[in-house]
């Protein structure tokens, strides 16, 4: 793969088709916490498609990853370099392309959303009037322009995180970070984020334990456990070994199923699914779940 980072910039436009292709190479990434946790355990990925989503189960690592990409953590060892730019020895030049709403993040609740956006670019050196004509720009792309006076307080959850994904369209980053953008949120708030999400124009990295999630919105999955990268590649490519079949869960155990959430997990070729359903079992389209029971992940742990 040729090294973009040392194309001049026109061309990396141009082969950015419309966005910046940002590389983020990370090179033997490893974080131990202080208590002695492992959180990751040599993690090796090079990212550079427009929407990643990394995916896995609570505590897999990727708040980590996320935090040590947009220079919040340093790792214990390893390098990781965004557009060329070193984690630890170019720490203005990342934050300044970056944008990064962690997955704690909470808008001052006296604040309105109009205001949330405008200080956000303020902080990051906007004037006054810029940061006003690109807020507003901005909360109409999300749909709360007419929700612009209303305190963080009595905005929906939707909403808020909505407000986060308008400061970061607002701030026209290279790179955007979302950890769990969606968690906690009802199907409908869940889908407005999303199609917020997909109105970014830089290159997003999200991370999420919600599979459908990862399918509506990326172009990349990574798959992490235990600190480690299990799998990356296109949603097809990861379930091409899938391709025809169904999931089988049946309360009897059955040759070669496993157990998953109380149920006896198998799968079939979907011209079989109807005697399956004659049987009383339950037959589900193949998701992201089934590339983790496939790589013996305990998804429900
Ligand atoms: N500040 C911390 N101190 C000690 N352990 C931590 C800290 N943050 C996370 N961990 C641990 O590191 C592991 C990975 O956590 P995290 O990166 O938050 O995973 P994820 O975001 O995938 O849920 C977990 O075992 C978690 O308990
Ligand atoms: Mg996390």
Redesign the pocket.
Known sequence: MPSFNKLPLQVLLLLGNNYLIIMIDIKGIKKT???G?H?LNDVNLMLDKKVTSII??????????LRILSTQLLPTSGTVLVNGHDIINDVSAIREMTVSIP?EARLIYYRNAFDSVRLYLGARGAGISEASKKAEKALKTVGLWEWRNHISEDLSGGMKRKVFVAMALAADSELVIL?EPTTGLDPLSRFEVWSAIKKLKGQVII?THYMEEAQALSDEIVM?DH?KVLSQGKISDLLRDFAGMVRIESARKSKGSKKVAGMWVSYAKKKEAEQFVMRGDIVKQITLDDLFIKMGVDIES
């Open positions: 916490y202080a208590n946790t959180a896995g189960r609570n505590g897999a690592g990727k708040t980590t990853l997955q950890d991370t992490m600190g």
